[in-house]
């Protein structure tokens, strides 16, 4: 089983990239911090997880409300509790 969750800290522009290799399929996700967001010194509030098995596959993308605070810890917890 594959899981992954990312963060990216407020001051790191790097691109988070996971891949997962199957038989039948592969799985690819990723999150850029945007340049509205560099900008405004605001960080990344997108996150991902993916679970990969033998029967198949779930994946979870969720997108942070950049006008709320802390949307990234609530779009992280999304993706964690409902894999």
């Given at each position: ?36 967001h560099l ?23 969720c997108d ?20």
């Open positions: 089983m594959v899981f992954d969750l990312h963060y990216e800290g407020r001051n790191q522009m790097t691109l988070c990239f996971d891949m997962a290799f199957d038989m039948a399929f592969d799985m690819a996700a990723g999150s850029v911090v945007g340049h509205q900008r405004k010194g605001q960080n990344n509030q997108d996150a991902f997880a993916y679970c990969q098995q033998d029967q198949g596959a779930i994946a979870i993308v942070g409300c950049s006008s709320a605070a802390s949307s990234e810890v609530g779009a992280q917890l999304g993706a964690r509790l409902v894999l």
